[in-house]
């Protein structure tokens, strides 16, 4: 979830004019939000797969049972 909140932070920083509160609200007023967030939670992607190639099985399941509570969020921001 750090790095997720990492990427969400930084794509806003370096996309958006205004500051990050207010940014955060004008995507989610415009039902952006979830958007946002999934393709900062693409950063998880590549830590999965070094986890496995590492045979490191607690931390890549942990990267997925992340990135489904993501998916969670995503889904009820998508809902409201």
Request: zero cysteines; charged letters at 10%.
């Amino acid at each position: 979830m750090l790095w997720t909140s990492f990427g969400v932070i930084m794509l806003i920083f370096f996309l958006s004019d205004a500051s990050v509160e207010e940014s955060f609200l004008y995507l989610y007023e415009q039902k952006k939000l979830g958007g946002l967030i999934s393709i900062a939670a693409l950063i998880n992607l590549p830590l999965f797969f070094i986890a496995l190639k590492k045979n490191k099985m607690a931390f890549a399941a942990g990267i997925v049972a992340i990135s489904m509570l993501t998916v969670i969020f995503i889904a009820l921001l998508k809902v409201n």
